[in-house]
T-cell receptor
Framework: EAGVAQSPRYKIIEKRQSVAFWCNPI?????LYWYQQILGQGPKLLIQ????????DSQLPKDRFSAERLKGVDSTLKIQPAKLEDSAVYLC???????????FGPGTRLTVL | RKEVEQDPGPFNVPEGATVAFNCTYS??????FFWYRQDCRKEPKLLMS???SGNEDGRFTAQLNRASQYISLLIRDSKLSDSATYLC?????????FGAGTQVVVTP
């Protein structure tokens, strides 16, 4: 079974630039999560989708971050404009349902200069 | 106060020894608990779910203490390959809270 796919794996940008990340969850998984993991910290939930609807985006900095999951399958997370403090690993995870085990993708390591 | 707290470590463990560490959670409504393992510069991977009665998977044993709101992980006969960061997760109403992780270093 294919796992969660993410791209790109690495991205380096300058502050105030824009960046987008892509995630393709495990086939059939209804729930998709985007997490931000800063070095030395645990993953912090940014947004959770159930199919193509948003379940929780309470910790998403909406002035600069946006995410969508059109058609309830793959998803994109965008940052515009990026700040230095956005340097982190952005992890995508999926699960069959809301409280089930999550499976993580390899992450995108973002460096903002 | 963080919802899920862990001792960051590192726990330095001789190969073959036993190590145990806890994780406390603040939300008494949390319903499910998990331990994830995260290797350096890798994604978290599920190690085991934690059940009310406690559960064991090979050398790993997880316990849940709802009264004191903590879960524990014990690793017996530590292997070099057990060196990693162990993330504690509490779930309630479909919302997952991750701890910052406990680092374990197994030494020869």
């Amino acid at each position: 079974e294919a796992g969660v796919a993410q791209s790109p794996r690495y991205k380096i940008i300058e502050k105030r630039q824009s960046v987008a990340f892509w995630c393709n969850p495990i086939s059939g998984h209804a729930t998709l999560y985007w997490y931000q993991q800063i070095l030395g910290q645990g993953p912090k939930l940014l947004i959770q989708f159930q199919n193509n609807g948003v379940v929780d985006d309470s910790q998403l900095p909406k002035d600069r971050f946006s995410a969508e999951r059109l058609k309830g399958v793959d998803s994109t997370l965008k940052i515009q404009p990026a700040k230095l403090e956005d340097s982190a690993v952005y992890l995508c995870a999926s699960s069959p349902g809301g409280a089930d085990t999550q499976y993580f993708g390899p992450g995108t390591r973002l460096t903002v200069l | 106060r963080k919802e899920v707290e862990q001792d960051p470590g590192p726990f330095n463990v001789p190969e073959g020894a036993t190590v145990a560490f806890n994780c406390t959670y603040s939300n008494s409504a949390s319903q499910s608990f998990f331990w994830y393992r995260q290797d350096c510069r890798k994604e978290p991977k599920l190690l085991m779910s934690v059940y009310s009665s406690g559960n064991e998977d090979g050398r790993f044993t997880a316990q849940l203490n709802r009264a004191s709101q903590y879960i524990s992980l014990l690793i017996r006969d530590s292997k070099l390959s057990d060196s990693a960061t162990y993330l504690c997760v509490a779930e309630g109403w479909g919302k997952f809270q991750f701890g910052a992780g406990t680092q374990v270093v197994v030494t020869p």
